[in-house]
């Protein structure tokens, strides 16, 4: 019996512990706080979203509408370095998505297609119409869940190492631990307490690894630092399901260009060439010596792909 006591206290003291650990860190990001540290903070606006509450988006530019999509776990800051390049042709909205960056990050409906109907509330506040919708990775497949099901919205899809598929034989950033029954959150936690495992993850996502700065592992790592940021962490892992996307893949009109590193250890070359067979129509271009992130890795050739495709794509229309 003194046994079992001893052991009842020690899980008490644990978890009084952890509770004092976990409600020690912010809820969510302060955007005045890390403004400094922010690129183009000048460019730096907030909506209100039914749903949501507080979306986080840069704006800059003017004419046609082009639409960045990061992927999970990403922010806005995943454009930075092609942000003013195309800003210079097009007007230019890099979004942070729900639970992710500076927007708010309630509980509930993190799916993809979720993810889609967010993107075009906030075309609709912004007086857009129709938008080409650039997404890397998970962005990639918010921006195929818009175009399946607000077609009428999407002008055309620029894909980045999408995420397309349910079942993909690409590798993940995550540890297995995060995946843990009921034990996994509070290991996660605990694990970032330090910036290792982003900078782990990002090491996976770039074929140079010269590119895994400091200064861009704080950035990936700033949101889940907060109590929010990990809880939506979570949910977007747990709610990911790719199935209505990849059977509706065929409907996909749009004209679509796909930009893929050829050592993409997350989502293969491999699926980047199944995707676009099953859109009729696309282009496919490779980057070699690159990974999971072109516009990252290689922004200068990525401004140059997408500003090249827009082009052609206006040429066309005409």
Known sequence: MKKLLRILLLFVVAAIAFAVFWYSRPADLDFEKFRAALPHAAASRFAEV???????????????????IHGNNSSAYSWAEVFDELAKEFRVVALDLKGFGFTAKPDGDYRVETQAALVVRLLDGLGIERATLCGSSMGGAVALAAAINYPQRVDALILVGSSAFTETRGGSLAPAYVRWPYIGGAVTALALTSDSLVREGLRKSFHDESKVTDERVAAYYRPLRTRDGQRAARLVRDQRDYTRIENALDKIRQPTLLIWGAQDRLNLLEDGRRLHAKINGSQLVVFDSCGHLPQEEMPERFAREVLSFMKSKAEAGR
């Open 50 to 68: 039914e749903g949501v509450g507080r979306v986080h988006y840069q704006e800059k530019g003017t004419g046609r509408a082009l639409v960045l």
